[in-house]
């Protein structure tokens, strides 16, 4: 049957404008917190599954209170945080609520032993604000950086190693929910079952009526428990009526799990689980999926905190990862597959006896690869990381237009091998090609991936749905294991779990939401081909982010999250404007483009973060760069070359300025920077304010023979002054080199060199190239051919640096060409200064320092060094929580001032809290937007280290 001819629409429908008559009751219910703008409903119609419907509003409430109000309003809502859902729950053509944006709060209880959350926050920040007690929550999906509290309570997550054991059904102590009447239940106060039965007495009935139907029929209390034996979130979570006897507690248990159908979860307390903080890991190879599934059995025996299971093709998409060890990087995959196996403990001693137990294991088993189990962090760390991101690494590498489908399924574990094998069968029967296998094998539970491309015709992917279906419910297993019901199999609820239970699960809707208005259309339908609707296809834009599986990974690291767009946001919207301009609706693509200019281009940090979160390492920053180059006529074009040809000048002029502007009458500088930015483009004229230091001190020469490392000071230095009361990194950097007996050498043009980032973060790729001839010139002849190393003073220069010597680097000859090696201030100092220098005496070191590493230092892998160093400074170093890139980023905070303000927020919250003594950073810039936020005057931590070493 062609679907689309029997008038069932596979694709997502094109957006059209929002009601006004819902934008105008939402107005009234909750003023101001409704986003409308094409690129608003666009920019969040998208998450990680392979749905799409455009909602007809965002809205951003700021509290249980106005969420409420919301319901209260009658009109239909689907909750949206992390955006990382696949199965299509997060998605709606209705009203979408963002509950990220205001609902992040923290709050650890009873030593660790319990947490407070709300649904906005991370489950990777959470756990990192649990690390200090040795606790970590329960689930540990593989999205753990991206998923947020709200989708782990409303998909009941569970993930690598917690089982069905610590999945969050079984660690939740109690939540406030808010039902879809505006009635906040607290289902962990003591009146909560009186308040309950007062406020919703219909619900409180309905839930006991239901409590004693389940129990009093034998055959649903068999299928119940053994559905839940296993990892499932399919449907409603019934077990809570057998496990829990108070209308409250059934409640609450049933809200887990139900995908925003139910009510809002404003808050959660979950009991924690021990972080154990020894563990041994190895990789298992086998030569086929049978023997990795038939060996299964005996390793679960053994005890293991996790066995991961990897296909053939997994395998294949592994050996690329750079995290790659040698094992991996040189495995001929064939037919192999493979087990990620880890024991965990709190203490040596038992850890030493579960890997030999696991070594007199493994010699019983028919490896394809020698096996060993590791303590070792990095490599532990390096493995894990290729599992966590092996999804989103095999989808992305799918054909380009293609849209990847993940489903997830689970049986005992003693059919695990025969479902892997029939699951094999209908991938060929069905020629899909590329699919892959892996999971959680010791929960008897798959992921597997198919690569389809969505057009007029789903003939193909309806029948593998329904064979798969067949096979899954013959083994006795469940259709959803982890990833939830959604859209994708809402269908096939009746089918896993029979008439009786089925109604039991409408009721259970009906006593909750009677008008139907909590995410319409998912977890339970009567539509039987509501799976094959709103399918979302993937247009082919650009080479730099065709690759994007529209994850969400990159998110929480992205500076402008909370301003404009994310990366994954800035790569949908080109997505849609390429979509536009297909449907031939010009209108629509003139609007986005108009409204992706400052959203997106304008407010890009171009930081590099997204891509250390990205599993296919995508740095949207690329595309931005590239659009903002497109964006240059040929006068600016040529202004920046020149600018790149008298560096010197040039900066000597902006420190005059910076002089200048300080030196003026209050409010004067103020007034002519407003007035310029309102008469040129924003975009390029910056916005002065009081809080900018005065000009720096040009760069001079230092030549210095036999010199340990050519140092090439910032041309930060020129432009900024030092933080008050302090010399400046410069100064502090040659005076602890003195100190230590090292010699730098500042070379000849010193005051013309720079990193380059001026340009290519702007995208003026002949004034970059410029900069580039000259620099690598300077450079070797300054290091002797490459012999010593060149220092710089700033992590983002050392970064550019980093990039430009290496650019060009073949001559055209092909001969072999001197490498410059590039060292941050920060490593020469923590491996060839402070080893030489006194312990600092402990009256001199601050009592405390707030330390804000930058995107570039996390990008080079500097935080050791920094560590270092910053515990010769401070009794008690700390991060503080919310950091994130600052996003001053050359010049962006001082164009877009907006832009460092919305991304410190939280961080400078946390330094106001904390009460520090000290406050450094590793980057002028940084420096001056942490100050500007915190109100505290950071510092180089050089600078203070010269301090308590002098």
Not at 616 to 633: E, P
Not at 900 to 914: D, L, M, Q
Not at 929 to 948: F, N, P, S
């Amino acid at each position: 049957m062609n679907l689309t001819d029997a008038g069932t629409p596979a694709g997502p429908r094109r957006p059209g404008p929002s009601d006004p008559a819902v934008l105008a009751a939402v107005e009234a219910a909750v003023p101001g917190i409704t986003r409308a703008r094409v690129s608003d409903r666009l920019g969040m119609a998208h998450d990680a599954s392979h749905y799409l419907l455009t909602p007809q509003a965002v809205v951003v409430p700021e509290s249980a209170a106005q969420v409420a109000a919301l319901m209260r309003a009658g009109l239909p809502l689907t909750f949206r945080s992390g955006g990382t859902s696949l199965s299509g729950q997060g998605v709606s053509e209705h009203l979408l609520v963002d509950t990220r944006r205001h609902f992040r709060g923290v709050e650890v209880l009873d030593g660790g032993a319990r947490v407070r959350v709300q649904p906005g926050a991370v489950l990777r920040q959470v756990n990192a604000r649990l690390a200090a007690y040795g606790r970590r929550l329960g689930p540990d999906p593989a999205s753990e950086s991206a998923c947020t509290i709200g989708g782990v309570v409303a998909n009941n997550s569970s993930g690598m190693t917690c089982g069905t054991h610590a999945n969050t059904y079984r660690t939740l102590e109690s939540m406030v929910v808010v039902l879809p009447s505006g009635t906040v239940i607290d289902t962990g106060a003591p009146d909560a079952d009186a308040r309950l039965r007062a406020l919703e007495p219909a619900l409180a009935k309905g839930l006991e009526r239901l409590r004693d139907r389940i129990r009093g029929n034998p055959e649903s209390v068999r299928r119940i428990t053994a559905q839940f034996a296993i990892k499932n979130t399919m449907g409603y979570g019934l077990n809570s009526f057998l496990d829990h006897d108070s209308p409250a507690q059934i409640l609450a248990h049933l809200v887990v799990g139900s995908e925003g159908t139910l009510g809002f979860v404003a808050e959660a307390v979950l009991r924690t689980v021990p972080a154990h903080r020894l563990a041994a890991t190895g990789l298992l190879v086998f030569s086929s999926l049978r023997e990795a599934m038939a060996a299964t059995p005996e390793l679960v025996a053994a005890g293991p905190a996790a066995v991961e299971l990897l296909d053939a093709e997994s395998l294949r998409v592994a050996r690329t990862d750079p995290h790659a060890d040698d094992v991996l990087r040189t495995l001929d995959v064939q037919s192999h597959a493979a087990l990620l196996v880890e024991w965990q403990e709190s203490d040596p001693e038992p850890l030493t006896a579960r890997e030999r137990e696991a070594g007199r294991v493994f010699a019983r088993l028919n490896l394809a690869a020698p096996a060993r189990l590791s303590g070792d962090s990095a490599g532990r760390a390096a493995l894990w990381r290729i599992r966590k991101n092996l999804y989103a690494s095999v989808a992305g590498a799918r054909p380009s237009g293609t849209t990847a489908l993940l489903e997830d399924v689970a049986v005992p574990v003693p059919a695990l091998a025969d479902l892997c094998d029939e699951l094999t069968e209908l991938f060929a029967k069905h020629r899909y090609e590329r699919s892959v296998i892996f999971g959680h094998a010791k929960d008897g539970n798959l992921h597997f991936m198919l690569n389809e491309r969505f057009g007029t015709d789903l003939d193909r992917y309806a029948e593998f749905t329904e064979e798969m279906v067949d096979a899954v419910l013959s083994r006795a297993g469940t259709l959803k294991a982890e990833h939830g019901t959604g859209r994708v199999m809402a269908p096939f609820v009746r089918r896993q779990y029979g008439d009786e239970l089925y109604e039991v699960m409408r009721e259970v809707k009906r006593l909750c939401d009677p008008a139907g208005t909590l995410n319409p259309g998912v977890l339970v339908t009567d539509d039987p081909e509501a799976h094959l609707r709103d399918l979302k296809p993937v247009a082919t834009v650009e080479p730099e982010v065709d690759r994007c599986v529209e994850c969400g990974y990159c998110e929480p690291v992205c500076p402008s999250r909370d301003l404009t767009t994310t990366p994954r946001q800035r790569i949908v919207l080109r997505r849609e404007i390429a979509a536009a301009r297909a449907a031939g609706d010009h209108a629509l693509a003139r609007q986005l483009e108009e409204e992706y200019d400052y959203d997106a281009v304008d407010t890009c940090a171009v930081d590099g973060m997204c891509a250390t979160a990205c599993p296919v390492l995508i740095n949207t920053g690329d595309l931005t760069k590239r659009l903002r180059a497109g964006r240059h006529g040929r006068a600016a074009r040529a202004g920046w070359k020149t600018a790149a040809k008298h560096w010197d000048a040039v900066t000597r002029a902006m420190d005059l300025a910076m002089d200048a502007a300080a030196a003026a009458p209050a409010g004067l500088a103020e007034k002519a920077s407003r007035a310029a930015r309102a008469v040129g483009d924003p975009d390029t004229v910056p916005q002065w304010s009081r809080d900018l230091p005065r000009g720096g001190k040009r760069r001079r020469p230092a030549p210095a023979p036999g010199a340990d490392a050519v140092y090439v000071p910032s041309c930060l230095n020129t432009m900024f002054a030092p933080a008050d009361g302090g010399p400046g990194v410069m100064a502090a950097l040659l005076r602890l080199a003195e100190r230590a007996g090292l010699r730098l050498h500042v070379p000849e043009g010193v005051g013309s060199l720079c990193c380059g980032t001026p340009w290519s973060s702007k995208g003026f790729g002949e004034g970059y190239e410029v900069m580039r001839r000259r620099v690598r010139e300077t450079l070797l002849t300054a290091t002797d051919g490459g012999r010593i190393p060149v220092v710089s003073d700033a992590a983002s220069c050392t970064e550019g640096f980093e990039r430009l010597v290496a650019a060009g680097s073949e001559p055209p000859t092909g001969a072999a060409s001197p490498v410059v090696r590039v060292l941050d201030a920060v490593t020469f100092v923590a491996e060839h200064v402070l080893p030489r220098l006194p312990q600092p005496q402990e009256d001199r070191r601050a009592a405390s320092l707030a330390l804000h590493p930058t995107c570039s230092s996390v990008r080079l892998g500097l935080d050791a060094a920094i560590a270092k160093v910053a515990g010769a400074v401070a009794k008690e170093v700390v991060v503080p929580d919310g950091w994130q890139c600052c996003a001053f980023a050359g010049d962006r905070g001082l164009l877009h001032p907006e832009l460092t303000a919305s991304a410190t927020r939280a961080e400078a919250a946390s330094v106001a809290e904390g009460g520090f003594a000290a406050h450094a950073s590793v980057n002028r810039t940084c420096e001056i937007g942490l100050t500007r936020a915190t109100g505290k005057t950071y510092h180089h931590l050089l600078e203070l280290l010269d301090q308590v070493t002098a």
